[in-house]
């Protein structure tokens, strides 16, 4: 397949206007026009909720496009959103943030100091980590993890001058450069690139194991060793599975989860073979949401595209792939 490309990345938020200060204030995003309100229709068949009003807001950082949905009415009969677990770690399969890269941590944590004094947000990892020598794929990274005021959870990542892409060595209004990529709790590491790679055409990234301490640090749990798989587009944000060896007891997504959970995360992915995707989904271990590929009408503005295919990848993960 040509040229796959992920439009957007977006979580289910309870209040959209209260999360999209924190992420303009605190970490320099910038909203991208007014909201919309979505009453039902083909967006709803698309995302599984039938006959639901959403409210989405986009919000910019760099190149790429963060999407934020609250659930204002869920439909008839659907019952209401959850919160995201409060014991929830890295190690669940439901896991999945975005990784920001800032160009100084300590100028991005000092911007975040007011909002974890307050409570707001809260930390996974106990300080920034920095990547050992011996980890040659990683080495020289500093990384820091926390949760936003509803408990998504978010990486902030700089990279060392010999390591990621040119963008991440560059200027930027404030610390924070763009997202590198989102990452995603999985269970099997092979077919997980069976589906992101054979099915949706992305390319092969990093691959590696990371352990010791400064994992341990980062992810807030003792004894952690995870194989780490980069899959990428040709440009913009890629996907990151974390496939977790250690510490056992890593726990499935709810079958039920759907888009008006906290938890619920969406890749919007532009592919050139729609069609085909729909016909070979389940053999790669996707899940159809969507009744087949949806037309979406007049609301087809919403997305920039006509057609569009709600899939869960093999551990649950949500992508709403587009025809380009």
């Given at each position: 397949m040509a040229n796959p490309h992920i439009d957007t990345i977006g979580f289910t938020t309870a209040d959209g206007e209260a999360s999209a200060s924190f992420f303009t204030e605190c970490l320099g995003f910038q909203r991208a026009g007014a909201s919309r309100i979505v009453d039902g229709g083909p967006y709803g068949d698309l995302v599984g909720l039938p006959g639901a009003r959403f409210k989405l807001l986009r919000l910019t950082i760099g190149a790429e496009v963060l999407e934020l949905t609250e659930i204002l009415d869920p439909g008839p009969g659907a019952r209401p959103g959850r919160p995201i677990a409060a014991d929830s770690q890295s190690t669940d399969r439901w896991f999945q943030h975005i990784c920001l890269v800032v160009n100084g941590m300590d100028d991005a944590l000092a911007g975040l100091q007011l909002a974890f004094k307050a409570g707001t947000i809260t930390p996974i990892s106990s300080a920034p980590q920095r990547l050992p020598d011996w980890n040659t794929a990683a080495a020289g990274i500093v990384a820091y993890k926390l949760h936003d005021p509803e408990g998504?959870?978010?990486?902030?990542?700089?990279?060392?001058?010999?390591?990621?892409?040119?963008?991440?060595?560059?200027?930027?209004?404030?610390?924070?450069?763009?997202?590198?990529?989102?990452?995603?709790?999985?269970?099997?590491t092979a077919a997980s690139c069976r589906f992101y790679r054979e099915l949706l055409g992305l390319a092969a990234g990093g691959d590696g194991v990371n352990s010791g301490p400064e994992q341990d640090g980062l992810d807030g749990i003792t004894g952690s060793r995870v194989h780490i798989t980069g899959h990428r587009c040709p440009t913009g944000a890629g996907v990151e599975c974390l496939d977790y060896r250690e510490p056992p007891g890593g726990r499935p997504m709810a079958p039920d989860q759907g888009i008006q959970d906290l938890a619920h995360w969406q890749l919007r992915l532009r592919v050139a073979n729609l069609d085909e995707i729909r016909a070979k989904a389940q053999t790669y271990g996707g899940t159809l949401i969507s009744p087949g590929i949806v037309e979406l009408g007049d609301q087809a503005k919403l997305i920039g595209s006509r057609r569009a295919l709600q899939l869960a990848d093999p551990d649950g993960h949500r992508l709403q792939v587009l025809e380009a």
């Open positions: 998504h959870p978010l990486e902030l990542l700089q990279f060392p001058l010999d390591k990621g892409e040119a963008r991440w060595h560059g200027d930027a209004p404030g610390p924070v450069l763009g997202i590198d990529h989102s990452a995603i709790g999985i269970a099997d």
